[in-house]
């Protein structure tokens, strides 16, 4: 009835003044029967708001079609009408009010970026806007509530799977979409700082190599040291300042790598690099490392420690048994480090207060490691190259009680036998670490070899032997061909295949769990054929005749009771 008026007063004005006029109509022009369902009243309901608004005429050039200006909450169908030339009178949106899913799934970065939460805040004022982002609003919502960056650490076990923790379970989903690629910055992980961990510990090792009694035979040049020096600080350079390019500009993949049981621990990992190499500087270079550079190097990880340690002694959601896996080493590691620096610089005392920091940390994790609580999250079954940092803690820790003591005496072998056994340990199981595609983590291998060297080189100078002699051989020239292969793997990955860094998709997880989760009801898709294919095909039979049987029961149910009743019925006239 009401285009009816409208159409009638624009054929008036053609035929009396040849003009078009144009013009707002307000509800309170029109008489009851006119007035659209928006703008009735009905009773029990508040219309003060309803009769404040006004609708105007509103014609796509595109397109052609009329619709009226309605407020998209209260739309019955909920489509829109866009005009960005590429929907075709809004059946870009599909009738439940959101976008389609080419739409939904396009990627928004800008929610990790450093002033992500202050965008979120204006996205939400009453600006106008472009029809496609008015549009995006509709699902906004939903959006919202997994861009909060707090996530607790149960979420990061709940939602994610693997040693690291670096792979989405199948029924998770994730913020960002996993076709496209993400900016660079994005998928740059700090695990990259192992591979500065394992080229300046290599130089700490040719520098050792050179310079001990115990492999002398091998006529090594320090000219290796030196190489490995510059090639891990350029390496270091290029990983820190890139790293420092992510903290500027995506702060909040940093908050949630920070949150992250297994990434946490990687940030010990700069200052533990830099004290390597202070550690193998070439005498060339630097005859004596001043106090000042521990203290620099030193501080960072002292305050990792407060914080990190801290959680484990307090309990909660992040106490220790909850959030242990094999990188929790690398945060007892760089008091080890830090004592054998100390050391070479003249400060003994403050080693021994860090290697007896680091020691009492390492038997608690050592043991709940070893123990596996049943509040503790699961490990995998399968080794991983992580797992090789068992080695590490205590190789480390009889190296720093040498540099302290002057002398691998009794305390220092109980720490290298130790290690000793864990590395056979893992050695004789070498066909679990198969299988795994190739990745930055790969690069745990070296760090630990390369400790596991220098010690036995350290152990072959107090105990002259053969055997000594060629186990520091052997494990010195297996850690430096696994440093070389693992080298080469990276540079074709990063130049030539460009694979090295694919999606962060362990940063992407929402908050909050969809609620076909929660309540257990778990839909398949029909193109999920991931989740079909894991069924046999007896497992398919079986659960759709139990469908089937059920169905049946349900619908059948009312039957007992009717026939209940016809029995009562007979008795009753029978004893009549």
Not at 34 to 39: S, V
Not at 473 to 488: F, N, P, Q, R, Y
Request: charged share 20%; with cysteine.
């Amino acid at each position: 009835m009401r285009n009816k008026i409208l159409e009638n007063s624009v054929l008036e004005g053609y035929e009396e003044d040849d003009a078009v006029d144009i013009h707002q109509v307000f509800p309170q022009d029109l008489s009851d029967e006119d007035k659209p369902m928006n703008f009735r009243e009905i009773p029990g309901r508040d219309t003060k708001k309803q009769m404040g608004r006004s609708f105007s005429r509103q014609v796509s050039l595109e397109t052609g079609f009329a619709a009226l200006k309605r407020d998209r909450s209260r739309a019955r169908d909920g489509r829109v009408l866009l005009r960005n030339g590429r929907s075709f009178g809004g059946f870009g949106v599909n009738h439940s009010g959101k976008l389609s899913s080419h739409e939904h799934r396009k990627g928004d970065f800008s929610m990790f970026r450093t002033k992500g939460g202050l965008h979120r805040q204006n996205t939400l004022l009453p600006v106008k806007r472009e029809n496609e982002q008015d549009s995006r609003k509709l699902f906004s919502g939903q959006q919202e509530e997994g861009m909060n960056m707090n996530l607790p650490t149960g979420r990061y076990f709940a939602a994610l799977r693997g040693p690291e923790l670096d792979e989405v379970k199948d029924s998770e989903d994730i913020l960002l979409p996993i076709d496209e690629k993400w900016p660079f910055l994005l998928r740059f992980p700090i695990g990259c700082f192992g591979i500065c961990l394992g080229l300046s510990s290599q130089s700490i090792l040719w520098y050792a190599i050179s310079t001990s009694p115990a492999t002398r035979f091998l006529h090594a040049t320090p000219l290796i040291n030196m190489a490995l020096w510059f090639l891990a600080a350029i390496s270091l350079l290029l990983v820190f300042s890139t790293y420092t390019l992510k903290c500027i500009f995506y702060f909040e993949a940093i908050r949630r790598e920070f949150n992250h049981p297994v990434r946490t621990n990687f940030f010990f990992a700069p200052w533990i690099v830099c004290m390597f190499l202070a550690i193998g500087v070439p005498p060339a270079l630097c005859s004596q490392v001043p106090p000042s550079l521990w203290c620099a190097f030193m501080a960072p990880i002292l305050a990792l420690e407060l914080k990190i340690y801290g959680q484990w002694l307090s309990g909660g959601k992040r106490r220790l048994c909850k959030v242990v896996n094999p990188s929790s080493h690398l945060s007892v590691i760089g008091n080890f480090v830090g004592a054998i620096l100390a050391a070479k610089v003249g400060w003994k005392e403050a080693g021994k207060f860090f290697w007896s920091v680091g020691i009492s940390h390492y038997l608690v994790v050592f043991v709940t490691l070893y123990q596996r609580l049943p509040t503790s999250e699961t490990l995998p079954k399968e080794l991983h190259p992580v797992y090789s940092m068992f080695i590490a803690t205590p190789c480390a820790a009889s190296i720093a009680w040498e540099a302290i003591y002057g002398a691998f005496d009794g305390f220092s072998r109980i720490c290298y036998f130790l290690a000793l056994f864990l590395y056979a340990s893992l050695v004789v199981r070498i066909n679990f670490f198969r299988g795994f595609r190739f990745s930055v983590a790969w690069w745990s291998y070296t760090f630990p070899m390369t400790t596991a060297s220098l010690a036995t080189i350290k152990y072959a100078e107090q105990v002259p032997s053969p055997i000594s002699k060629g186990l520091a051989v052997t494990l010195s020239l297996l850690s430096s061909a696994m440093v070389s292969a693992l080298l080469i793997l990276t540079l074709l990955h990063a130049f030539l295949w460009r694979s090295l860094f694919p999606n962060d998709v362990a940063i992407a997880i929402t908050k909050k769990r969809s609620n076909a989760l929660k309540s257990g009801k778990l839909k398949r898709r029909p193109y999920d054929i991931r989740q079909w294919t894991r069924q046999t095909p007896f497992a398919l039979v079986t659960s759709s005749m139990n469908r089937n049987s059920k169905q049946q029961q349900d619908q059948g149910s009312v039957f007992p009771y009717v026939e209940k009743n016809a029995q009562q019925r007979d008795q009753k006239t029978s004893v009549n």
